[in-house]
């Protein structure tokens, strides 16, 4: 199975202040249509997983722009430009290119300092 | 709009097997797949499998082989989870997700349903 690697897996920031997530991948994400499917996702606490940035940079209906996916083949990042207290919660990377094995991340948890 | 809702918690005794329920509205049911993501607590996500709502076809992933089935009823928009030798490692929420599938060329998991407990006990 291809492995995600998150880092940090804790990260306690500053309301206002930027936030960033890395997310490695044990082996290259690009699809044979050339896409690549690596998706972000949110969940907040009691709630279901919510998708942020779906094919590293492109973002959901009625997610804030302050939320921005980057990067290529294996190396990625989900970037927050100020964070805010509804952004409190466990990121997810997540990548469904190499089918039929769907995997994770083990999640960052964002907290306010 | 697209709304996924699932069945109500569920409490199983070691050996038992579960059938959870993911019935769907708001797109057209046979044109795009439903995977399964499981949440033990405390814990990150883990991928089950998925299913073709067109013609039934499923993948299931590897540790979930012979133990899961995933079937579907398109006259009541509905998807199902079977998991059966229930274990106490299998106290998890389990969600479904609208997940077009390979060769769609759009990406997954833009909606989930509200996720139904399981909880495994003696």
């Known amino acids: 199975d291809v492995v995600l690697t998150q880092s940090p897996l804790s990260l306690p920031v500053t309301l206002g202040q930027p936030a960033s997530i890395s997310c490695r991948s044990s082996?290259?994400?690009?699809?044979?249509?050339?896409?690549?499917?690596l998706n972000w996702f949110q969940q907040r606490p009691g709630q279901s997983p919510r998708r942020l940035i779906y094919?590293?940079?492109n973002r959901d209906s009625g997610v804030p722009d302050r939320f921005s996916g980057s990067g290529s083949g294996t190396d990625f990042t989900l970037k927050i430009s100020r964070v805010e207290a509804e952004d409190v919660g466990v990121y997810y990377c997540?990548?469904?290119?190499?089918?039929?094995?769907?995997?994770f991340g083990q999640g960052t948890r964002l907290e306010i300092k | 709009q697209v709304q996924l809702v699932q069945s109500g918690a569920e409490v199983k005794k070691p050996g038992a097997s579960v059938k959870a329920s993911c019935k769907a509205s708001?797109?057209?049911?046979?044109?795009?797949?439903i995977s399964w993501v499981r949440q033990a607590p405390g814990q990150g996500l883990e991928w089950m499998g998925w299913i073709n709502t067109y013609n039934g076809n499923t993948n299931y992933g590897q540790r979930f082989q012979g133990r899961v089935t995933m079937t579907r009823d398109t006259s009541t928009r509905t998807a199902y989870l079977e998991l059966r030798s229930l274990s106490s490692d299998d106290t998890a929420v389990y969600y479904c997700a609208f997940h077009p599938g390979p060769g769609s060329g759009s990406a997954g998991f833009d909606y989930w349903g509200q996720g139904t407990l399981l909880t495994v006990s003696s």
């Open positions: 082996q290259s994400l690009v699809y044979s249509d050339g896409n690549t499917y």
């Open positions: 997540m990548q469904e290119t190499h089918w039929p094995s769907i995997t």
């Open positions: 094919k590293i940079s």
């Open positions: 708001g797109y057209t049911f046979t044109n795009y797949g």
